[in-house]
């Protein structure tokens, strides 16, 4: 009598069990969320952070629920945009392709040296002893840095020692730019044709002593070719890309310092 005393108390008990456990499982299901695993299945797994999200699941998710707008994936670029749009329903927007830019030319002739640095090899670390070696505290340290972050192996040193990125394979995520000490690397629409190659906004006299190849401010782009794109900030000339650049290869050609480069 004992053993089927126990075998109705364990038949009883395995019932409610199971029952609470059919309850449970319909109270806290947490709903398929069919849009969300479609976005994440087309997104490019850079995990760069250039949308402004921790990675591609998160800005994912983002857009699922409304809270982020389809084409801020600079990697994933129109076509990633529209197939985000189809699937939210929503009207894609044109996604401005940008890539990466070194805005500095003084390689280890053009550009004096006040000091030897010989710690680790790392911008961020060199940045912190007299703000790097070089003589202009603006310049691009050359250590690398950028590399190390770049996802798409687009970043390396042309012939001189100084820091390039192929554009063709520039995913346009900002990594490099965000780690860069001296914020010499920018993004710069794909499409643009010429930059001024410098980051120093020091007067003309001052950019002498420590580059060759150092924007003077002497406003000759600017003042000369006003259809060039130039404008002033401070005493350095860049390219306002929002304008006419019509005569930026005048004003590049004129320039002294030749340092309106081409970025193709």
Avoid at 102 to 117: I, L, N, T
Wanted: a positive charge; aromatic letters at 6%; glycine letters at 12%.
């Amino acid at each position: 009598m004992g053993v089927v005393w126990a075998f109705l108390i364990m038949f009883v008990l395995s019932a409610a069990l199971a029952g609470f456990l059919a309850f449970a499982d319909k109270k806290l299901k947490v709903e398929k969320n069919e849009k969300l695993e479609a976005l994440e299945g087309i997104m490019p797994g850079a995990n760069c952070g250039g949308c402004g999200f921790a990675g591609c699941s998160a800005y994912a998710e983002a857009v699922s629920k409304g809270e982020a707008k389809a084409g801020l994936c600079s990697p994933g670029g129109d076509d990633l945009a529209a197939a985000m749009a189809e699937i939210m329903g929503v009207k894609a927007d044109k996604v401005e392709r940008k890539v990466a830019f070194v805005f500095c030319k003084g390689d280890k002739v053009a550009a004096a040296h006040s000091s030897d640095y010989s710690g680790i090899r790392d911008c961020r670390a060199a940045s912190l002893v007299f703000n790097g070696s070089k003589g202009c505290k603006s310049g691009c340290l050359q250590l690398g840095s950028c590399m190390k972050v770049c996802t798409h192996d687009a970043i390396g040193y042309d012939g001189f020692g100084n820091v390039v990125v192929d554009r063709d394979k520039c995913g346009g995520c900002g990594q490099c730019a965000a780690v860069c000490p001296n914020g010499v690397i920018r993004l710069v629409p794909y499409e643009a044709e010429w930059a001024v190659a410098c980051n120093n906004k020091q007067k003309g006299a001052e950019v002498n002593k420590v580059c060759k190849v150092g924007c003077i401010g002497c406003g000759i782009c600017v003042n000369k070719y006003p259809e060039s794109g130039c404008v002033m900030n401070e005493f350095l000339s860049v390219v306002d890309y929002g304008r006419s650049c019509d005569q930026i290869e005048q004003a590049a050609a004129a320039c002294p310092k030749h340092i309106i480069r081409s970025v193709k």
